[in-house]
């Protein structure tokens, strides 16, 4: 990885290796290198050593084993045969008959090594569908025990998803039984898991898969694992402001809804959604917490929302052509014109929901700011207590 223009983005040099790190365990990467070139860092990884600036880079490099280099191994016998053992001997051969003789890579890679030359590096081409699979190291009888080895493949995903500025809403986890296992067991079994919004955030993908391999039981031992993002969608990054989005010390409260529906079954927690529709009855549902988001935005409305909204509205009196409600009531704001709902039938009354409205701001002496009501059908002009503000 070529990482200076990252340098100061991730609070310098130290930090930005210390985090690289700490974070290849769960990759799978085994070594771990730096130096001022790529290769370099290569060689060095090659050699088990970790600090490309504890030395001047000519001396660290000239001391180490000339297979450390992709470009000289091809060479490697017929260099050994002139008596080059280290990089430090190829380096010290004539460089116009080093190219003639084994061509220009090899002088090439090592120029780029040493830092003669600068090195151009090919951006990375992520495929379009992520898919990645893992052998286990050891069989595993009990689903809980996958999660050691799906997280890794987590890790990855959630590496793809951040490079594309996605995020998954489902994915699969799949697992292939031992061979040494009974008929009845099958080849394979897997794990379909859903999240109600997209999310690359790797701790609550972890936590909401350990909640659904606890009610997993195989069938076989299981020796290799792999990871499907079925569901991926656009989700653009967080500027960083004042004030988290996320509770602090603990989860968002989404994602501690989607681990208790995980628990407690998808019907046992329900989340409020609100729709787009004018009609205030219908202008929210309750759905499962686990279930996606409608992606469509709430409606736009002329004049503020009350904070409670009756279940049934209430019919009030008239005085002097004015709604009464512990008192005479003045209306502040209005009209908002709401005529919605012919598309939308109920075919246990046969009749469409039509609602014909104009709803008004009024002001009470005692009980506060209403939201009212005034039909301009089947009542006639009669008026209605809908909501109340906080």
């Known amino acids: 990885m070529e990482v200076e223009a990252s340098v100061r983005l991730f609070g310098g040099k130290r930090r930005l290796r210390d985090r690289v790190v700490a974070e290849a365990t769960e990759l799978g990467i085994l070594k771990v290198s730096w130096a001022s070139t790529g290769l370099a860092a290569l060689a060095q990884a090659r ?8 030395k001047p880079m000519q001396e660290l490099l000239d001391a180490l084993p000339m297979d450390s280099i992709s470009a000289v191994r091809p060479h490697s016998t017929t260099l050994a045969q002139m008596g080059c053992r280290t990089l430090g001997d190829v380096r010290a051969l004539p460089r116009a008959g080093l190219a003639r003789r084994f061509g220009a890579a090899l002088r090439l890679a090592m120029d780029q090594a040493y830092g003669h030359i600068a090195e151009s590096f090919g951006w990375e081409v992520l495929p379009e569908d992520f898919k990645a699979k893992l052998e286990l190291g050891f069989r595993v009888e009990h689903a809980p025990a996958l999660l050691q080895g799906a997280r890794r493949l987590l890790v990855q995903m959630c590496g793809w998803l951040a490079a594309r500025h996605a995020g998954t809403t489902a994915f699969t986890l799949k697992w292939w039984h031992d061979s040494m296992r009974s008929k009845d067991a099958g080849d394979s079994g897997l794990l379909k898991v859903g999240t109600a919004d997209p999310s690359r955030d790797i701790e609550h993908l972890c936590r909401l898969l350990a909640e659904h391999l606890a009610k997993v039981e195989l069938l076989a031992p299981v020796g290799d694992l792999e990871l499907t993002a079925d569901e991926v969608h656009d989700q653009a990054g967080h500027n960083v402001s004042l004030f988290p989005d996320d509770v602090e010390d603990g989860l968002a409260p989404h994602l501690v809804l989607e681990c208790v529906a995980a628990r407690l079954g998808p019907g046992a927690v329900k989340r409020c959604v609100v729709n787009e529709d004018h009609r205030q009855e219908w202008m929210s549902h309750w759905q ?25 509205p209430l019919k009030l009196a008239v005085r002097n052509n004015r709604p009464v409600y512990q008192g005479e009531l003045q209306l502040l704001a209005g009209p908002q014109c709401v005529e919605s709902g012919w598309w939308d ?12 409205r104009d709803y008004w701001l009024a002001q009470s002496k005692h009980a506060g700011v209403l939201w009212l009501f005034q039909t301009k059908m089947d009542d006639g002009n009669a008026w209605f207590l809908h909501g109340v503000f906080g």
């Open 288 to 312: 499962p917490a686990a279930a996606p988001l409608p992606r469509k935005p709430a409606p736009s409305t002329d004049l503020p929302q009350p904070t409670w909204v009756m279940k049934e």
């Open 47 to 54: 050699s088990n050593i970790e600090n490309g600036f504890k």
């Open 345 to 356: 039938r109920d075919e246990e009354v046969g009749d469409t929901r039509l609602q014909v």
